[in-house]
């Protein structure tokens, strides 16, 4: 049986682009299908007690970009460490790739260029002209999906989504639900790939030691 991996992302997180590649590519050697979940991230700490950037601790930020310095060089990407258009309204992107995959297309590739064109490009994404543009370079009707993005199902898609996330056991992006089995961040995608490869039963909060 064809194994799902459900994605929970934002569009706005560098750790889900350092992650993306990778993951298309553990999830391409398992033959795995992938479930693209973007989420408002916002809306998603709310409801588990984590905070936005500005409201952690300097401690907590100063951190994150020693973080983020390891990971891109671990990751080979290109990444600036303060985008010029960071933090922005990314969520015309977002349902723009959810009408995507109501459409049955694989947004994959669009996904990679938007993450790629905040963090490495410093493009400001909530644009629709921007938009359109990185989906019409991915293989993608870029004017089709702006203009679905609006849509009642895209709409209510995207606010199920963070109910939906939290229900999966989820709190962070990126997010990679295996069975039932949350890996939250890009630096467990290496345990991904080793839950895979194993095939052995999810592991669960309810298991004994």
């Known amino acids: 049986m064809q194994r799902q991996i459900d994605y929970y992302f934002s569009l706005l997180s560098p750790w889900t682009y350092l992650g993306h590649e990778l993951f298309l590519s553990i999830a391409a050697r398992h033959g795995c299908t992938i479930n693209y979940l973007p989420v408002p991230l916002r809306s998603v700490f709310d409801e588990t007690g984590g905070l936005p950037l500005p409201k ?13 310095q390891r990971w ?13 258009h960071f933090p922005l309204d990314i969520a015309l992107a977002d349902r723009a790739l959810i009408a995507a995959t109501l459409a049955g297309k694989d947004p994959g590739a669009f996904m990679e260029r938007v993450l790629a064109g905040v963090w490495a490009q410093e493009l400001d994404l909530s644009q629709h002209g921007l938009v359109i543009e990185m989906a019409d370079a991915s293989g993608l009707d870029g004017q089709a999906l702006v203009g679905q993005a609006e849509s009642e199902a895209v709409a209510a898609r995207y606010a199920a989504s963070s109910e939906a996330a939290v229900k999966a056991g989820v709190f962070g992006a990126p997010s990679y639900v295996l069975g039932g089995e ?8 290496e345990l991904l790939d080793d839950a895979l490869a194993s095939g052995r039963a999810p592991y669960s909060t309810e298991a004994k030691a």
């Open 72 to 84: 891109r060089e671990r990751r080979g990407k290109a990444l600036n460490l303060f985008p010029r």
């Open 56 to 68: 952690r601790h300097p401690v907590r930020q100063r951190y994150r970009i020693l973080e983020l």
């Open 182 to 189: 949350v890996f939250w961040g890009q630096d467990r995608l």
